[in-house]
Every structure is written in C-alpha cells, then in structure tokens.
Nanobody, 118 residues
Framework: QVQLVESGGGLVQAGGSLRLSCVVSGNMFSINVMGWYRQAPGKQRELVADITWDGSTNYADSVKGRFTISRDNAKNMMSLQMNSLKPEDTADYYC????????????WGQGTQVTVSS
C-alpha cells in the first residue's frame, strides 16, 4: 500500500513563490507517473504537472515557465516549485501517483491549500 502526504502550502502574495512536497510511504518502485493536481472552489480538479519515473515532465499550459516538478526516487519524494504565483493559482493541491503495472490504479494525498493574494 502507498500513502502520499503533501506539505508546503500556504498564503503568498502575487508574484511570490511556494514549494510543495509530497512524501511517499510504501513501495516507491510500484509507482511510475506522479503528478500534482489542483482544484479551485467550484471548479473541476485539473492536472498541473506530472513526471515519470525517469524524469519526463508534462505541464498544464497555465503553469509552463512558472512551475517546475521534480522527484527523487531514492528519497521517496516529489516536489513542485511554484514561482511567479498568480491569484488564479489559488486552489487545493493534491499529490497523485499511478501504479506502474496498472495506471488506472492511483493514490491521492489529502491535499494542501495554496492561496495567492492580489
């Protein structure tokens, strides 16, 4: 069984930065793609960025050039560096991990709140 725990959310002014972290407990090798999703009030959850085991990344257009996703498989961690934050980045951010052998089997963290004030 895999568990995901996020940290690093908070309140920041527009233009500021935050770094989110996701710690994985359990068998990290059983996971391939990991990602960050976000959900703003009244909106659907959306993919922010994801990263494969070997480091290939994918970003939503809205965060390209501002956010950087990374992972350290040896330390069972994934991070999201968020720079030049905008009020529209305000949301609950969730860590996600998909099983290597069955990507439809996925795990979610409990979420961490990010609020960007204008």
């Amino acid at each position: 069984q895999v568990q995901l725990v996020e940290s690093g959310g908070g309140l920041v002014q527009a233009g500021g930065s935050l770094r989110l972290s996701c710690v994985v407990s359990g068998n990290m090798f059983s996971i391939n793609v990991m990602g960050w999703y976000r959900q703003a009030p009244g909106k659907q959850r959306e993919l922010v960025a994801d990263i494969t085991w070997d480091g290939s990344t994918n970003y939503a257009d809205s965060v390209k050039g501002r956010f950087t996703i990374s992972r350290d498989n040896a330390k069972n961690m994934m991070s999201l560096q968020m720079n030049s934050l905008k009020p529209e980045d305000t949301a609950d951010y969730y860590c996600n991990a998909k099983k290597r052998l069955n990507p439809r089997h996925e795990y979610w963290g409990q979420g961490t709140q990010v609020t960007v004030s204008s």
